[in-house]
Each structure stands twice: as structure tokens, then as C-alpha cells.
């Protein structure tokens, strides 16, 4: 056989297995692509079984577009239900209500645009976490959830403060950060929580109410709109605020500092840190 003969049969047997892998790469990504929607399927199963044992279901980060309806064969023992890092866009209004012993639940960074009415039945509900969704309003009946602690809403399209919170006579923490709010209503002062974080809204107005928070300790108003004159005085002389967070709103903080009522606030400010210290 001449050289040349030797040089194409040689082309030719290194182009057959370089054909062979090229037909055969759409088979491998198919096959690992249903094997990985298997995984994913007994992934669930595993949690669903782990969660039955345990009363914690987590499933974070897997891309879920809905409510696991597995999950309404554990309504009568889940206590911690967390699906955050997903892309939920509703919660079902038949399954949701019904986790009677549920105490904490965490949908941070999903897509909820709304929440159903049955939410509200969750009497033992102590910690609700929904930063960073699109919610606009709360139900009407939210006031029912009367075990509610600590209640975060950062990051959502709340254009006022919900009246309905007032409500929630236990409510520690309230996290309104993030949100489209512009002022603060009279109705604020029947909240009782120990600490609201109001940090990046667009409030420019306060209700003098604030100031009679039976149990508020600690208010951030950081990164807002509010100019010195819109920051009601009482919050310094005559309130139980001992944490004041102001930075970056349309006022230096050396001229709070020259407010009347100013010094009473810090007696508080230096009490409590000692207290911790």
C-alpha cells in the first residue's frame, strides 16, 4: 500500500470515533437529564420521608415554580416549612391553612404576588419570613395570626404600613425594610413589637403615635426621605426607644443631637448598653 493509501486509511479509522462521539452526545445529555429529574423526584420523596420523622421540611434552591402538594400529607405534623431560593408564585389556598401545628415559615426570594386568606389560620404560626417577594398588600384576616412573633417582609412592594399588624398582640419583630412606604399612620401607635425596621423606604412623614408604642425599644429609619423637622421629638424625650437608627436621611445627625429631649434618649441608649454589655 503507498503512503498515501496508509495516510487516508488512517484519516478515515480517526474520523469514524470522532463521528461516533459527536451522534452520541445529545444521547449521553438526554439520558443524564432524565436521570437528573429522577434524582430530583426521589430528592422530594426523601425530604417528604425525612420531614414525616423529624417535622422540618426545607427544600431550598431547587428552582420550585409551586407549593409541593406532597406536603398535604404532613399537615398534621409539620412544625418548620422552609422554601426559600425558589420560584413560587402562589401558595395553594387548600393545602396552606391546614398546617395546624406549624411554627415557623420561610418563603424568602420566590415570587408571591398574594396570600390567600387561609394563611391566616396558622394559630401557631410564631415566625412568618417573606422577604423578598412581590406582595403589595396582606390579607385582611392576617391580624389572626395571634402566636406571630416575628414577622419579616423586607424587600417586597408594600406601600404602607398594614393595619391589620396592630393586631398581632405577641408580634416581637417586624422587618417593613425595603418596601415603597412613605409615611407612618396614627395607627402605629397600637403596634407592639419590641423592634421595627423601617430602613429603606421612601417615608417622609411620622406619626407623634410612634412615641406611644407600649413596648417598641428599637426603630431604624435609615435610608428614608425624612427631613429633621418630620422627626417627631417625642421619639427622644418621651418614648421607651433606646435604639434610634437615623443615618442617611435628608439631615445631618450632629443637628438630632441638638433636638430637645435628646439627652433623655441617650440616658435610655446608655442604660440599655450597658445592660448588654
Known amino acids: 500500500m503507498t503512503s498515501q493509501g496508509v495516510s487516508a486509511r488512517a484519516e478515515a479509522q480517526g474520523a469514524h470515533p470522532r463521528r461516533a462521539r459527536v451522534r452520541s452526545f445529545p444521547l449521553y445529555s438526554r439520558l443524564d437529564l432524565n436521570r437528573g429529574a429522577r434524582m430530583g423526584n426521589s430528592a422530594l420523596r426523601a425530604h417528604v420521608e425525612t420531614a414525616q420523622k423529624t417535622g422540618v421540611f426545607q427544600l431550598k434552591d431547587r428552582g420550585l415554580t409551586e407549593f409541593p402538594s406532597e406536603l398535604q400529607k404532613l399537615t398534621s405534623n409539620l412544625r418548620t416549612i422552609d422554601l426559600s431560593n425558589n420560584k413560587i408564585e402562589s401558595l395553594p389556598p387548600m393545602i396552606i391553612g391546614k398546617f395546624t401545628l406549624l411554627k415557623s415559615l420561610s418563603l424568602n426570594n420566590n415570587k408571591l404576588t398574594v396570600l390567600p386568606d387561609e394563611l391566616c389560620n396558622l394559630k401557631k404560626l410564631e415566625t412568618l419570613s417573606l422577604n423578598n417577594n412581590h406582595l403589595r398588600e396582606l390579607p385582611s384576616t392576617f391580624g389572626q395570626l395571634s402566636a406571630l412573633k416575628t414577622l419579616s417582609l423586607s424587600g417586597n412592594q408594600l406601600r404602607a404600613l398594614p393595619p391589620q399588624l396592630c393586631s398581632l398582640r405577641h408580634l416581637d419583630v417586624l422587618d417593613l425594610s425595603k418596601n415603597q412606604i412613605r409615611s407612618i399612620p396614627d395607627a402605629v401607635g397600637e403596634l407592639q413589637v419590641i423592634e421595627l425596621n423601617l430602613n429603606q423606604n421612601q417615608i417622609s412623614q411620622i406619626s407623634v403615635k410612634i412615641s406611644c408604642c407600649p413596648r417598641l425599644k428599637v426603630l431604624r429609619l435609615e435610608e428614608n426621605c425624612l427631613e429633621l423637622s418630620m422627626l417627631p421629638q417625642s421619639i427622644l424625650s418621651d418614648s421607651q426607644i433606646c435604639l434610634l437608627a437615623v443615618e442617611g436621611n435628608l439631615f445631618e ?25
Do not use: Q
Not at 435628646?262 to 445592660?275: G, I, L, N, P, S
Open 253 to 277: 445627625i450632629k443637628k438630632l443631637r441638638e433636638l430637645e429631649g435628646y439627652d433623655k434618649y441617650m440616658e435610655r441608649f446608655t442604660a440599655t448598653k450597658k445592660k448588654f454589655a
